[in-house]
């Protein structure tokens, strides 16, 4: 009997084809592949770093699960999509923003699950460095798409090298409470991930377009 596929294992081989369908279709349009916009997903800890833990809820699972939908979504929209990690080890916070500088990314998205003793703290929060004004404006799109589908979001300046390159524009979003008994079910849905990701990917599309 054949062994079960690992969750990493199907995503990865959904982002291969999507990025190869991408590829394609770029090329029959007359433009390179690697004209396209390059966007880092980051699946927060990893590794001997589980991140906040609640019960049966480990971050670092489920910051990896909703990195894979996210990038499943930008790669379908012609992006040239890079994962820090593609299972579970740890990538340095140094290492995490060398990758994307590495890359040439124009764009960073690092991706976090929070707890809080309060149960009843809900929402999102958004991470951005200070006096970056690329990654402002990312954040900018980042929260009227949060927002716009109906969620709170804090938005919070952070001094974190990890966020501060000067040339790619980064921001940490934390997408929900697993402490919240509201919010608790939406960190292992896929259809929540589904609606992260496409908020997301029209948040980079309005900052890379300008529109």
């Known amino acids: 009997m054949r062994p079960i596929p690992s969750i990493q294992t199907v995503a990865l081989t959904m982002l291969a ?9 770029a090329q029959a349009l007359g433009t390179l592949s690697s004209a396209r916009p390059i966007v880092v997903v980051d699946a927060g800890h ?3 770093e589980p991140g906040v833990v609640d019960g049966e809820l480990v971050e670092k699972d489920l910051t990896l699960r909703l990195a894979f939908v996210v990038a499943e979504e930008m790669v379908a929209r012609g992006y040239d999509v890079r994962l820090t990690r593609d299972g579970d080890f740890a990538v340095s916070m140094d290492d995490r923003r060398a990758i994307a500088e590495g890359a040439g990314a124009q764009v960073l998205l690092m991706l976090h699950v929070m707890a809080r003793e309060d149960p009843a703290a809900r929402g999102a929060e958004m991470y951005v460095a200070a006096g970056m004004a690329h990654s402002g404006r990312l954040a900018d799109r980042v929260e009227a798409e949060v927002r716009g589908d109906g969620r709170p979001l804090l938005r919070r300046a952070l001094d974190a090298p990890a966020l501060a390159s000067p040339r790619v524009a980064s921001v940490a979003l934390e997408v929900a409470h697993m402490t919240n008994p509201e919010e608790r079910p939406l960190v292992t849905s896929r259809a929540f991930y589904r609606a992260v990701a496409e908020s997301l990917a029209d948040a980079v599309e309005g900052y890379l377009t300008g529109g």
């Not at 084809?17 to 279709?25: V, Y």
């Open 17 to 25: 084809l999507l990025s190869a369908a991408a590829s394609a279709g």
């Open 46 to 48: 990893g590794g001997d």
